[in-house]
């Protein structure tokens, strides 16, 4: 059963637009991860958060930003959307006291941008 | 740093038959090891983990693993395979990062196709 919520799980923008792919979990947990995932290719991490009001980019460069100001809120916005960012955005979380690395993943938003 | 590698990028296997799907990975000590699955459409759920102790794990859905040290391995098998198991498999390592927090590296996956 799913705790981390996104939306919206399919988007079809036009280019220049700007997007917000939204994010939230009710388990509570600290950290929070943006990964973007493209066919054949392994997740890659573009925005992580520790908690309220920390953002650090992750190991793949993006032209996305996220915001925290809620625990369970993370946000990832896009200003001028163009094709190269077509892909699928898939958010996780994870409890920052067992740092285990087990993440909880929401069902992704897949954004096509044409 | 950490590495995963699953070589096989699909596989396909009859209804019934067993499944073992394999995943390499590099790290100088013992990291912490994960299976994901993810279904078409859907987010990544997690399958089994590893992070010390007995080095066969017991996941959902019938799936074990068994950590082996000295292949640097962690396989995923299952006995009997459903038509339901069709998915993308993800093998992930786990190991300490910048700022005290876990770094995780996924593998590229595993697509499996269930066949009558």
């Known amino acids: 059963e799913a705790d981390i919520y996104q939306t919206p799980r399919y988007l079809v923008i036009g280019t220049g637009k700007k997007i917000t792919l939204e994010c939230s979990q009710t388990?509570?947990?600290?950290?929070m991860y943006w990964y973007q995932q493209d066919p054949g290719m392994e997740l890659h991490l573009i925005h992580y958060?520790?908690?309220?009001?920390?953002?650090e980019k992750g190991d793949l460069s993006s032209e996305s930003t996220v915001s925290r100001i809620r625990t369970e809120h993370f946000p990832l916005t896009l200003e001028s959307a163009r094709p190269s960012h077509t892909s699928q955005y898939l958010c996780?979380?994870?409890?920052?006291?067992?740092?285990?690395?087990?993440?909880?993943f929401g069902e992704g938003s897949r954004l096509t941008v044409l | 740093a950490q590495s995963v590698t699953q070589p096989d990028i699909h596989i396909t296997v009859s209804e019934g038959a067993s499944l073992e799907l394999r995943c390499n990975y590099s790290?100088?000590?013992?990291?912490?090891l994960f299976w994901y699955v993810q279904s078409p459409g859907q987010g990544l759920q997690l399958l089994l983990k590893?992070?010390?102790?007995?080095?066969l794990v017991q996941g959902i859905k019938g799936f074990e693993a068994e950590f082996k040290r000295s292949q640097s391995s962690f396989n995923l098998r299952k006995p009997s395979v459903h038509w339901s198991d069709a998915a993308e498999y993800f093998c992930?390592?786990?190991?300490?990062?910048?700022?005290?927090?876990?770094?995780?590296?996924f593998g590229t996956g595993t697509k499996l196709q269930v066949i009558p």
């Open positions: 996780a979380s994870s409890e920052r006291r067992a740092n285990t690395g087990e993440l909880f």
């Open positions: 388990m509570g947990h600290d950290k």
């Open positions: 958060s520790y908690g309220v009001n920390s953002t």
């Open positions: 790290y100088g000590a013992t990291p912490y």
């Open positions: 590893y992070f010390s102790g007995d080095t």
């Open positions: 992930a390592v786990g190991a300490p990062g910048s700022g005290g927090y876990q770094k995780v590296t």
